[in-house]
């Protein structure tokens, strides 16, 4: 979960005065997505801060590009591997001010949330698997546990958006606390990676090394990193008060 959809669900607890109510603003922002016409009325229907978090988006999409380049072997390629990490802190700076916008302009909507968690899950569940891949993570067995890491992250935001009105609130109407730990956090491996990368500790020279060198279980450990976040990602026991 970000700021941008804790601050669209506090924003609805805020300016609507009981569930039927929101229940009705979003039943109207319903029909009017569904009944605008022409080439452009999607476009119309986004938020300020709808936009912003586009950008969140954008940082997590050019991230992946960056590596996809740099295991081309662009003549830059190293350089593409930094700007791969370079683009996820990006992500977090927009998935952050989104929120405040929302609050700000008094406005959020229904598309704003899933927009917020698909965003999330590009540039924090997706484009760090990618720099994974990028750097040395290349067995079977490592594509399967990246593969866990990002089901964890889809996972961990589709049950927050289901679940989001039934955590506690404070006086303010805005949540209490995360469950699971946000997936924004998995910049937090994105900073070690950044740190392999500056150390040449990367490909054969991963931390770790190699298990099973080989044979169909050929795995690099630091791959259980995403495993463990993953895993903590969709606890239901983990409660991380919010700031």
Known sequence: MSKRTSAAASLNGDVKKDSVDSATSYDKQK???????GHF????????ADLITELNGFCGVMSIFSSMRYALGDPAALGNLYAALAFLPF?????FFDGKVARWRKKSSMMGQELD????????????????????????????????????GLTRLARFNVTATAIPKDATGKARYFEGTPI???LGIDALMAYWVSTGSIHSHLPGGVWFAGSALELHPIVFLFVIHGCLMTSKTIHIPKP
């Open 31 to 37: 029909v009017l997505l569904s009944s605008e016409v």
């Open 41 to 48: 009325s999607l476009i119309r229907a986004l938020h300020l």
């Open 91 to 95: 992500g977090l700076f927009f998935d």
């Open 117 to 152: 968690s698909l965003a999330d899950l590009i540039s924090f569940g997706l484009a760090p698997a990618v720099v994974a891949f990028a750097i040395g993570l290349r067995t079977p067995v490592d594509h399967i546990l990246l593969a866990f890491f990002v089901l964890c």
């Open 184 to 186: 924004p956090t998995s």
